[in-house]
């Protein structure tokens, strides 16, 4: 296992949708990323590709548009669990590496591409985003539009900042503490849960790369895509590009 997967499997996985607030609010923060990058409903029955799935709260609102959903993920428990939320819906669950064209390319083109969730800084190096992009801009569709979302970390915070408290309730805390490499930030989640008569603890760390939205956009640019959106909203650049044709 890579250290991405093994802290989900061992930590994050089976609390991510808890830490993230919860089902229903995943599910409305999910169709209104889809609304702001412009992503509306699909008649012709397009398909989309959704890169880093996770539990499958973005698989979902493409598929109650109309899409029919690849969902790709490394982790087996957040595909189970999106298995179980997006039943009777055409949502294929997939399991494999992003960077593995092989795994999801036989359903290009695609009308829409995802890759959200800060998934793009999980990946092992600089290298292996400009692979993922270079694919996803082959496999769009004319006029299909590739939806990155990632934490910027330009800069690394003061000590104190470096440790904070992702969600809290009274029988689950779960905490984050970040070391800051050149390129790239270890993130160290710790979550403390109440057992009935004491309390447990449990640790794991994984690195996320530190990348610009800057110079993705410049790849995406030099590679004839057009820019629809790039906003900042509660600490994530969010970028949707275009292939367009005249």
């Not at 979902?60 to 548009?65: G, N, S, T």
């Not at 539009?145 to 904070?164: A, G, M, T």
């Not at 993130?187 to 994984?206: L, N």
């Not at 949707?240 to 005249?246: G, S």
């Amino acid at each position: 296992m890579t250290d991405i997967e093994n802290h989900y499997e061992s930590l994050l996985a089976a609390r991510y949708t808890w830490m993230m607030g919860g089902l229903k609010r995943c599910g409305e923060n999910a169709r209104a990323l889809l609304d702001l990058a412009l992503i509306s409903g699909c008649e012709t029955k397009g398909v989309a590709l959704d890169l880093g799935s996770g539990p499958g709260y973005h698989a979902k609102a493409l598929a109650q548009r109309g899409f029919r959903v690849i969902a790709v993920d490394i982790s087996r428990s957040c595909l189970q669990e999106l298995r179980a939320d997006c039943a009777g819906l055409d949502v294929i669950p997939t399991l494999g590496e992003l960077t593995d064209h092989r795994v999801y390319s036989s359903h290009a083109p695609f009308a829409a591409i995802l890759c959200v969730g800060d998934t793009l800084t999980h990946l092992r190096d600089a290298d292996e985003v400009d692979h993922l992009l270079s694919r996803c801009f082959e496999l769009l569709a004319p006029n299909g539009v590739l939806l990155l979302e990632l934490r910027e970390q330009p800069e690394q915070p003061d000590i104190e900042n470096s440790i904070f408290t992702t969600r809290a309730e009274r029988d689950r805390i779960m905490q984050c503490v970040l070391h800051f490499e050149p390129e790239k930030v270890w993130v160290t989640d710790v979550v403390h849960e109440w057992a009935g008569d004491r309390w447990k603890t449990i640790q794991s760390s994984y690195p996320k790369l530190r990348l610009s939205g800057d110079e993705l956009i410049a790849k995406a640019k030099a590679a004839g895509l057009s820019v629809r959106l790039d906003e900042t909203r509660t600490g994530r650049r969010i970028i949707a590009v275009e292939r367009t044709y005249r």
